[in-house]
């Protein structure tokens, strides 16, 4: 570690494992209440809660590793200290209880009238993860603009800024229900088809510079490119989500025809990361953090990229609309582009953070396998689930429960790949945390970044 | 924080093969875009008239082509003195490169003219976005081919006031790109039965 306040990276991202484990904890609940819904107390366990918390649990741990990753990266581009330690773990004291009360509210009904799927929060939590995301802007701005400006920290600065912008579009709830969900996707859509793919090409950027050495004129060339292609897509890609939703018809042909091209910045981040790892002249000794940022770069491109592609044309979406096709790519989506992301960089940050030689590589490694095997195998069983289950309600006729009577079998095989999602999460969580007593310290100067 | 501004394109050889394209290497990636947006829009146009040839021939049968035609005509006569900006600026003269740019532009202008007059028919005939498969597509797809010319012309002024090679090469490979993209569009639309 080579900035001292780079330490407040560790707050952010063992908060971050913390709800981590919650999220997947409840994503197995609601796996279970799938297949055996009356084998929990409903009262205490009510499906729509339980799915609440998997999901806001998501966006609260994978933004805890946004922050800790660019508290962790801007220090070594912008080559200072960041410029308020202080107000760093103030933002970090109001994001994570805001986060947590939430999800203990959820626990006993207490969320907005209002609610929407994510953004179920009530307005005083939305209020203070403003305030949160704010402190957080000021601070790391301030540090950028003070120290030198490279490419990774314009765009990580540009994706961070737009978190907190888009987010704003919470506060504004429209009677009207089109309308209303049109909003929503301002939130959603350009958070996870904008915002947050810069936020991943720069952090993806950031490791193949450490990792495999490679010059970072190329490595901006292609961040350049990645960003400008996911722009280009991502943006008038919302159309997708307004067909049937009430908006008018055109929006059918601008969402098929964005969204289709949605594909390339992710195609072009897994061909970034691979050329780089074939060009690079440095051995980095943290492997794992390698498999983990090769296989975010792979799982991205296939679950959000593919899987998404699957059912974005509007001919295709019309009989697929909300059936499980959407759950596949949801999972694989999220899963491959930001959880392996936000792994990936706490893998290789944590051996610096603790000043020690990269640690309990195998079994780091194996939970890569054993958690991405996981959710693939969710990801296919709730393809079929969803192609199954479309054909016989939307193309049969077939009444909806009984739809669901006859993808059953996939429900159960979804659950067991929930447990091995869960089981790889806590193999990789306790690879993190569980240093070997023996304490080999990182011999030599940390590798300096090839410039 | 204009990742194109604050770096410089002369250093070419990192840009891998986008390095022997003349002008800033970012400009064909957006061409390289634009193209499949508009690509793919034709691509869907193909499968929505299969579907309903009859209705489509019919109101394909309501434009103006004249209108059509004379449009082609100024972006193919804009496009050639939008070459002869590059050459100038090659040239290193800057008061003629600025004289074509304007020339061009003046061209252009004139296409928006011609195609707003062709709007406020269709609109006077009861046609708009929502009225059909095909004015849908109509209206979307020489919509936002004339946002584009709209945004060639912003283009073209920035690369005058600056009057460099790389920006005039730059600003005038996106106009060429406008007026490929028509020489495709009138076409398929106006033409083709």
């Known amino acids: 570690m080579q900035y001292q306040t780079q330490n407040i990276a560790k707050t952010y991202w063992l908060g971050a494992l913390l709800i981590f484990a919650v999220q997947v904890s409840f994503g197995l609940v609601g796996g279970l209440i799938y297949i055996a819904p009356n084998l929990l107390p409903v009262e205490y366990f009510p499906f729509n809660m339980v799915r609440m918390i998997h999901t806001n649990a998501l966006i609260v741990w994978l933004l805890l590793g946004f922050f800790g990753a660019a508290y962790y990266l801007i220090p070594e581009e912008s080559e200072r200290e960041i410029w308020s330690p202080k107000l760093a773990y103030v933002q970090f004291a109001i994001f994570f209880l805001g986060g947590l009360s939430a999800v203990v509210g959820y626990l006993f009904h207490i969320y907005a009238d209002n609610a929407r799927s994510y953004l179920e929060q009530p307005v005083w939590i939305k209020l203070g993860i403003i305030v949160a995301a704010l402190i957080f802007l000021l601070n790391i701005s301030m540090t950028v603009l003070q120290g030198r400006k490279t490419a990774i920290t314009n765009v990580l600065l540009l994706g961070l800024w737009g978190i907190a912008i888009f987010f704003l579009f919470s506060l504004y709830n429209p009677a009207n229900t089109s309308e209303d969900k049109m909003f929503w996707w301002y939130v959603v859509h350009l958070w996870v088809e904008g915002t947050w793919e810069l936020v991943m090409a720069s952090v993806l950027a950031f490791l193949m510079l450490k990792i495999t050495g490679v010059d970072r004129e190329v490595i901006e060339k292609w961040l350049y490119i990645i960003i400008a292609t996911a722009l280009f897509s991502g943006i008038l890609g919302t159309g997708h989500h307004y067909y049937w939703i009430g908006a008018p018809g055109y929006w059918q042909w601008i969402g098929s025809i964005f969204s289709s091209l949605e594909v390339v910045p992710f195609f072009g981040m897994m061909i970034f990361c691979f050329a780089m790892v074939w060009k690079g002249r440095r051995d980095h000794p943290n492997k794992a953090a390698m498999i983990w940022s090769l296989g975010c770069s792979v799982l991205a491109f296939f679950g959000a990229g593919v899987w998404g592609f699957l059912h974005t044309l509007h001919g295709i979406n019309f009989y697929t609309h909300g059936t499980q096709v959407t759950a596949a790519h949801g999972h694989l989506a999220f899963y491959g582009a930001y959880v392996c992301l936000n792994l990936a960089i706490m893998t290789y940050a944590f051996p610096y953070l603790f000043n020690r030689a990269p640690y309990n590589q195998v079994l780091n490694i194996a939970s890569f396998w054993i958690t991405s095997a996981g959710v693939v195998f969710m990801t296919v069983s709730l393809t079929f689930a969803g192609a199954l289950g479309t054909h016989l309600e939307r193309v049969q006729g077939m009444s909806y429960m009984d739809a669901q009577d006859q993808i059953g079998l996939f429900y159960l095989l979804r659950f067991g790949g929930g447990v091995v999602t869960v089981l790889g999460a806590l193999l990789f969580i306790s690879s993190l945390l569980l240093m070997p007593r023996t304490k080999t310290v990182v011999t030599g100067a940390i590798p300096a970044a090839a410039e | ?193």
């Not at chain 2, 604050?6 to 061409?31: C, F, K, N, R, Y």
């Not at chain 2, 449009?71 to 003195?81: C, E, P, Q, R, V």
Request: glycine letters at 10%; charged letters at 10%.
């Open chain 2, 1 to 193: 924080m204009n990742a194109a501004t604050t770096q410089t394109a002369d250093a070419p050889a990192e840009w891998g093969p986008l390095s022997a394209l003349p002008g800033h290497p970012l400009m064909w990636v957006l061409i390289a875009s634009e193209l499949a947006v508009f690509g793919l829009a034709l691509l869907g146009y193909a499968g929505a008239r299969a579907q309903n040839p009859l209705a489509f021939a019919l109101e394909q049968d309501s434009l103006n082509r004249l209108a059509g035609v004379a449009n082609t005509a100024l972006l193919l006569t804009s496009g050639y003195f939008a070459a002869r900006a590059n050459q100038a600026a090659h040239a290193g003269d800057a008061t003629r490169t600025r004289l074509w740019l304007a020339a061009a532009s003046a061209l252009g202008l004139g296409f928006l003219v011609v195609k707003g007059f062709e709007y406020a028919g269709e609109f006077a005939a009861g046609h708009d976005i929502d009225s059909s498969p095909f004015f849908t597509l109509y209206f979307l797809v020489t919509g936002f081919h004339a946002l584009h010319v709209v945004l060639g012309l912003i283009i073209l002024g920035i690369v005058g006031r600056l009057a460099t090679k790389t920006a005039v090469e730059t600003g005038t490979a996106f106009w060429h790109m406008v007026d490929l993209i028509w020489l495709v569009v009138f076409p398929v639309f106006y033409l083709m039965r």
